[in-house]
C-alpha cells in the first residue's frame, strides 16, 4: 500500500483544516486506516483511525474537535480538524494496518503502512 498525506499548513488557533490520505495499491476492506502525529522532540501518538467494522477511535486529546473518514471509494481517508490548538501542531501521519486487533488501534508499530506526512502548524 502506498499512502500520500495532504492537506497540512499554517492556520490560525480556533481555525480549521482538512488532510487528505490517498491510497493506492489496496483496498481499504479488512484495514484499519488511521492517523497519527508527531511534534519536534516528541514520540509520535496516535490521533484517530477506522477500525475493520467502520467504528471510529479518537485520542481523547482531539475528541469532539477532530472527525476521521474515508472514502472508500476513492481509497482516500480524511481528517477533519477544529477548533485547533497550538499543541496540536505537528507532522501528522497517515497509516494502515492489515493485522491489527482492536486492542492494539492505538499502537503506531501496529501499523505496517506509513504516508510521508503533512505538516500542521497552529499559531497561537
Known amino acids: 500500500v502506498q499512502l500520500q498525506a495532504s492537506g497540512g499548513g499554517l492556520v490560525q488557533a480556533g481555525g480549521s483544516l482538512r488532510l487528505s490520505c490517498a491510497a493506492s495499491?489496496?483496498?481499504?476492506?479488512?484495514?484499519?486506516t488511521g492517523w497519527f502525529r508527531q511534534a519536534q522532540g516528541k514520540e509520535r501518538e496516535f490521533v484517530a483511525c477506522?477500525?475493520?467494522?467502520?467504528?471510529?477511535y479518537y485520542a481523547e486529546s482531539v475528541k469532539g474537535r477532530f472527525t476521521i473518514s474515508r472514502d472508500t471509494a476513492k481509497s482516500t481517508l480524511y481528517l477533519q480538524m477544529n477548533s485547533l490548538k497550538f499543541e496540536d501542531t505537528a507532522v501528522y501521519l497517515c497509516?494502515?494496518?492489515?493485522?491489527?486487533?482492536?486492542?492494539?488501534?492505538?499502537?503506531?508499530?501496529?501499523?505496517?503502512?506509513w504516508g510521508q506526512g503533512t505538516l500542521v502548524t497552529v499559531s497561537s
Open positions: 497509516a494502515a494496518a492489515t493485522t491489527a486487533i482492536v486492542s492494539e488501534y492505538r499502537r503506531a508499530r501496529a501499523y505496517n503502512y
Open positions: 495499491g489496496r483496498t481499504f476492506r479488512n484495514t484499519v
Open positions: 477506522i477500525g475493520r467494522s467502520g467504528g471510529a
